[in-house]
């Protein structure tokens, strides 16, 4: 007991006099500029998304709030859409459903001319439900139902990919049980060694062995070839050595077994360039030194244009060599459409000094943003911005664990009870990783730059979290036992 | 290029050597048995519950599927409840709200003499929609509305604790606009050292200075203490440190400032036999060599029968030797109380090989059974029972993502396509986490030990995940688009 309060002692003394040096050395950068996103300061208040007052518009909805900024996700969706200099073609995109499965967001997307990812029952069905062509829907996944198996051949829509070779023969029942051809491609893993959890492995020759394998199923006609770099796709580097390797797997596959490939489909990977994975060592500091998380290097991060040029270009180039006609190149972006198109404002509830640090609690926490422990995402001070980042807070969510802790160590203007704050980059997965732990989850609005406001989805009420269950009876036990 | 190859065979190579060796030394104990749980062999088939054949009830109420066990909560409740030999009285029972808020299973419990622990306005809400008396409710967390404090107050719950003294004058100026007294307490944190999110450490006199503040207020009966051990309570070294601190600051308190305490909240803490947090190295053991992770040592863990007597008796023997009443003393469970009285059934929709591993993707994943990724929860195989378990697979959800990988190692029978296993202990924090991420929620049912089998919630329908958004109308722009 002795021991151990000594050593506790001991490391508590070593970090406090660490603290002041660690904490402020090497300098951390400074964090994004509003006007990133897109936010401006309100005169003489806080700042505000294309006139629109984001404390009002708060006020207005419950916080928390989802904010989709209109404006942005409509360039999104143009900049991968654009075809590049001096290519044929663009790209067709089929937005990644799981990403971010709000009905108004997936609509806006369509109307632009996005198609649909789909990794679900579920999510085949929205799409529909959507008024999405068959023709527009791609479908993936490891775990595809025989009911949605069966939608999906039924209303014939553009491509099938195969997760695992094991899929094959069962899809093939199907189809052969319908009477129906189906447009499939087989997801190949690129990745050498371990992890093989999605798609079939080039290396080995098991890649090739499903493609075999399909091509003997009357039922279908082979023309895809589905495979996602995996990791996040960064740089050009990164870019063209995972469009290299599907290529020279494409060539082998006309080489070895005679085919053509109609649809090209090189999936998503691509991140938000201000959202990043945190490492052990910066989460570490910011934990024991109270130092804040590096803020991305996001401009060294490949655009969307970029990286739809590259892509297209690359892949233009190599048919063109070898005298072939391009396949429709297909993309399935989730967090590079829609990560930086939304944010999620929530309030400050109270501040706490407690053991020499300084807590801001706030109404949105692991419930909502779990996907902020693990990556960067700036925390903007709405309704304080301007002021001096005074005070350095620990930022924690309202649920009763110590794991609802957000943000260690975070650079603020001094808080007060009532405050916004937005939880930018929330486009992602945070909708879809949301719970109604303890509370409901929140309305979603989108905000054009013309300033209309429209709601998507209202917040969640009481009642709605038990919607589902039987009836609550108040028991006659209970009742006898009440006051 | 060359010597990234290189360093990756190398390491490839070491791993293939020493998986041989590291999967079976030293040797992984055996898993529990089933009978653990009351499940028995059906003759002939899979495993049942009272019973009930818990393929066929999968069948019925759909896959996957949550079971509760009525008989194992009642007895639960029991044991909780039971007055220790040679106590003046038994402790009360709070149930933590959060671990698990389905209704059916609170008024169970609130129908055995449970009462509630609710720490947001929702789940007051609930509490009282649900009939619990207020006198039987318990209000915590660090985040309470404004709202959901008039509701408290005016209804005169049994007992708010403040998490931190910045509450105080909060509830203070609400209680007088109401012209109500309110029963308060102070959550003290007995931990030394760094983590002080909850509560108010008594170390460097900040709890003594919150009671201080509490009792200037008119509008108070400061009768409440209350603490969470914080980590869990493996044994009982671990309850008497714990208990002791927070005696030990009764006494001060009753010194300092001659506070008589009415109600004495010992929080939770106390966890399930059969789940335990995986260590690092236990699970990198597991995903780099195919090691199974290690069986918790459950009959080392202290149960709940020697956990509340030992804790009644240690308080009645203090306050017996200050020759002082003794305090209502208020316990608030969650994992110990509904852990182990639920499991989720879950299918295998198909098994895949690659790069050498076995896989096995079932139909509930992190949207699901996020806590089996950090703590052990056995996985049984319902449909397979009693087949040698000749296969080491690493067992993957239905979501599209790496971090989806639920156990990365663990041995069972040969598995086929259909067949049910059964994810134990997700009776806590298992609901409460769940997301409709691609894939909608379970249903949830009863089972009773006269094989009586009662819905508590119907699974999600694809209507329920679109049930607040704005009606879709499928845009004319993509009628125009569509075939």
């Given at each position: 007991m002795l021991t151990r309060s000594l050593k506790q002692v001991l490391k508590s003394g070593i970090k406090d006099a660490l603290r002041p040096v660690l904490q402020r050395y090497p300098t951390p950068q400074e964090p994004f500029d509003p006007s990133r996103w897109g936010l401006a300061q309100r005169p003489g208040a806080g700042l505000e998304l294309h006139g629109v007052d984001l404390s009002a518009l708060m006020r207005e909805w419950g916080s928390p709030l989802h904010v989709v900024d209109a404006a942005r996700l409509r360039a999104n969706a143009r900049r991968f859409l654009a075809v590049p200099r001096g290519a044929s073609a663009g790209a067709e995109v089929y937005y990644s459903y799981k990403s971010n499965p709000i009905p108004g967001v997936l609509t806006f997307l369509h109307e632009r001319g996005v198609g649909a990812e789909v990794i679900s029952e579920y999510e085949l069905w929205l799409a529909r439900h959507l008024g999405v062509p068959a023709e527009r829907v791609v479908y993936n996944g490891p775990a595809k139902s025989d009911h949605s198996l069966r939608e999906a051949i039924d209303s014939s829509i553009l491509l099938l990919n195969f997760n695992h070779s094991e899929e094959i023969d069962r899809v093939a029942g199907i189809a052969r049980a319908l009477g129906r051809r189906?447009?499939?491609?087989?997801?190949?893993?690129?990745?050498?060694?371990?992890?093989?959890?999605?798609?079939?492995?080039?290396?080995?020759?098991?890649?090739?062995?499903?493609?075999?394998?399909?091509?003997?199923?009357?039922?279908?006609d082979v023309v895809g070839l589905h495979a996602h770099r995996g990791g996040m796709i960064h740089d050009a580097n990164e870019l063209d050595g995972f469009v290299g390797d599907v290529l020279a797997f494409s060539d082998s596959l006309r080489a070895s077994l005679g085919v053509e490939l109609a649809l090209l489909d090189l999936g998503g990977s691509l991140g938000t360039p201000t959202v990043e994975h945190i490492s052990t060592a910066d989460r570490r500091l910011s934990q024991a030194f109270y130092r804040e998380i590096s803020v991305p290097p996001a401009e060294q991060r490949l655009q969307i244009e970029s990286y739809v040029e590259r892509l297209v270009t690359r892949v233009e180039e190599h048919c063109r060599e070898r005298q072939r006609a391009r396949p429709r190149i297909l993309l399935e972006p989730g967090r590079a459409m829609t990560g930086d198109a939304q944010f999620l404002l929530t309030s400050v509830i109270e501040t706490k000094r407690a053991d020499g640090k300084t807590y801001a609690i706030i109404d949105a926490g692991i419930n909502l943003a779990e996907s902020a422990r693990n990556e960067y995402h700036q925390l903007l001070p709405i309704s304080r911005h301007g002021a001096p980042r005074a005070e350095t807070y620990t930022v924690v969510g309202p649920i009763c664990t110590p794991g609802d802790t957000l943000y260690p160590a975070v650079r603020l203007p001094e808080l007060r009870p009532g405050d916004t704050l937005a939880i930018m980059d929330a486009g992602a997965y945070f909708v879809p990783f949301s719970t109604s732990f303890s509370f409901p989850r929140p309305a979603v609005v989108m905000v054009d730059d013309d300033g209309q406001v429209r709601p998507l989805r209202r917040a969640e009420r009481h009642e709605d979290l038990i919607a589902l269950d039987e009836p609550a009876r108040p028991s006659p036990k209970l009742r006898r036992a009440g006051s």
């Open positions: 189906v447009r499939v491609g087989v997801r190949v893993s690129t990745g050498r060694g371990w992890s093989a959890q999605f798609g079939v492995p080039i290396e080995g020759g098991a890649a090739l062995a499903a493609y075999t394998r399909a091509l003997s199923c009357e039922a279908f």
